[in-house]
C-alpha cells in the first residue's frame, strides 16, 4: 500500500488564514459603511480580527514550513496538526458568528476560548518540534513557538473580557497579543530572512535586541495608556529618544551600500518596503512622545500604529507567504506582476489610513480596499494552496 505524501502545512493554515483575512477585513469595511451594535466596542473587535485572527494563522503555516528546514529535520505533516487547526478554525468561525448585532457574548467568548485552545496547540507542536533539533541555531524556531503561545494567551484574555463583558480587557488582550507576540515574530523574521539586521554579512543580535525593545518598550506604553493618557516628561522624553534613536538606526541600516545589490532582488525590495514603514512608525511614535510631554498626548491617534501593523507588517506579510505559496507550489518567479500590484495597493491603502487621521473620509477606503486585497490575494493564491505542488516550475 503506497503511502500519502505529506501534507504542506501551509496549505490549510494560509488557506483558512486567507478566508480569515476576507472576513475581518469585510466586517470592518461594514462596520465603517453602516454601522450597528455589537456585542462589545466595535474599534476593539476590529483590533482583535485584524491582528489576532488570520495573522497567527500565517505565522503558523510559515513556521512549520520553515523550522523544519531551520533545523535540519523532516517535514511536517499538516494532518499531524489537524486536531489544533480545527479547533482554531471552528473558534474563529464561533466568533466571526458572534461578532454581529444583538449576538450573544457568551458564542463569542465560547469561540475565542476554542480558538485560544487550537492556538495554545500549536504553539506546542512546534515547542516540541523545536526540542527534536541538535542544531544550536534555534532561537529563531523557539521565538516563533513562544509568539504563537503568547496570541494564544491573548485570546484567552480576550474570550475572558467578552464573557464579563469587559472592553478594557479586550483592548489589552489585544496589546499584549500585537506587541509581545506578532510585532515580535515580525522583528525575527526580519533578521532572519533579510540582510538588514546584519553588520559585516553577519547577523547583528544587538540590532535585534534594540528593536525587539524598542517594540517592547512601545508596548509597554500602549499597555499603560488607560491609565496614564499623559505619560509625564521624565518618561516620554526618554523613550522619544529611544524611539527616534531606533529610527534612525534601522534606516541607515536599511540604507547601507552594499545593500544596492540585495535590493534589486523582488522579495528583498518588498521586505524592504516594510523596513522603511517600521522606520517611519517609530519615527511617529517618537514625534507622538515628545508631543505628550508638553501635555499635547493623543494629537497623532494611531498613526505610529497603523504604520506598523498596516506598513511594515502588512507589507512583510504579505510578500512572505505569497513567496512560501508560489515555491512550495512548484513557481521559479515567487514575486510577479500581480504580487507587486498587490503590494502597491497595500502601499496606497496603508497611505490612505494615516491620512485619514485628518481625512476621516479616506477611513472607509481604505478599509474597502483593504477587503479588495484580502479577496485578491486569496482568489490567486487559494487555488494553489488547494491544489498543492504543481507540475511544472514556469510561472
Request: aromatic content about 6%.
Amino acid at each position: 500500500m503506497t503511502a500519502r505524501p505529506p501534507l504542506a502545512p501551509h496549505r490549510p493554515l494560509f488557506m483558512i488564514g486567507g478566508l480569515l483575512w476576507i472576513a475581518s477585513s469585510t466586517w470592518w469595511m461594514v462596520q465603517l459603511l453602516q454601522p450597528v451594535p455589537m456585542p462589545l466596542p466595535t474599534p476593539g473587535l476590529h483590533s482583535l480580527l485584524i491582528s489576532l485572527s488570520f495573522m497567527p494563522c500565517f505565522i503558523a503555516g510559515f513556521a512549520f514550513t520553515v523550522v523544519p528546514r531551520w533545523l535540519g529535520l523532516p517535514p511536517v505533516d499538516a494532518r499531524c496538526l489537524g486536531i489544533s487547526t480545527t479547533a482554531l478554525l471552528l473558534g474563529w468561525l464561533l466568533a466571526l458568528v458572534a461578532a454581529r448585532p444583538l449576538a450573544s457574548a457568551e458564542i463569542l467568548a465560547g469561540g475565542l476560548t476554542l480558538a485560544a485552545l487550537g492556538l495554545a496547540g500549536l504553539a506546542g507542536q512546534l515547542l516540541a518540534l523545536c526540542r527534536q533539533a541538535a542544531a544550536r541555531d534555534a532561537v529563531h524556531a523557539y521565538s516563533l513557538a513562544a509568539a504563537l503561545a503568547l496570541c494564544a494567551v491573548a485570546l484567552a484574555i480576550a474570550a475572558a473580557s467578552a464573557a464579563l463583558m469587559q472592553p478594557l480587557l479586550l483592548r489589552q488582550a489585544v496589546r499584549l497579543g500585537l506587541w509581545f507576540g506578532v510585532a515580535s515574530v515580525f522583528a525575527v523574521a526580519l533578521q532572519r530572512l533579510t540582510p538588514f539586521l546584519h553588520q559585516e554579512g553577519r547577523r547583528a543580535p544587538w540590532l535585534l535586541l534594540l528593536l525587539l525593545g524598542g517594540l517592547w518598550l512601545r508596548g509597554a506604553l500602549d499597555l499603560a495608556a488607560p491609565w496614564l493618557a499623559e505619560p509625564p516628561a521624565w518618561l516620554a522624553l526618554p523613550a522619544a529618544l529611544a524611539c527616534a534613536s531606533l529610527s534612525a538606526l534601522l534606516l541607515r541600516a536599511s540604507l547601507r551600500r552594499e545593500l544596492a545589490a540585495a535590493l534589486r532582488t523582488p522579495l528583498l525590495a518588498q521586505l524592504h518596503l516594510g523596513l522603511l514603514w517600521l522606520v517611519l512608525s517609530f519615527a511617529l511614535e517618537a514625534a507622538a512622545l515628545l508631543l505628550a510631554s508638553v501635555g499635547q498626548a493623543g494629537r497623532l491617534g494611531l498613526l505610529p500604529l497603523h504604520a506598523l501593523s498596516l506598513g511594515f507588517m502588512g507589507s512583510t506579510l504579505l510578500a512572505m507567504v505569497s513567496r512560501v505559496s508560489a515555491v512550495q507550489h512548484g513557481r521559479s518567479v515567487a514575486v510577479d506582476a500581480l504580487l507587486w500590484g498587490l503590494q502597491g495597493l497595500l502601499q496606497v491603502l496603508t497611505l490612505a489610513r494615516l491620512l485619514g487621521a485628518v481625512a476621516p473620509g479616506l477611513l472607509a477606503p481604505a478599509a474597502t480596499g483593504f477587503a479588495l486585497l484580502a479577496l485578491g490575494w486569496t482568489l490567486r493564491y487559494g487555488p494553489w494552496l488547494l491544489r498543492g505542488r504543481a507540475n511544472t516550475k514556469k510561472d
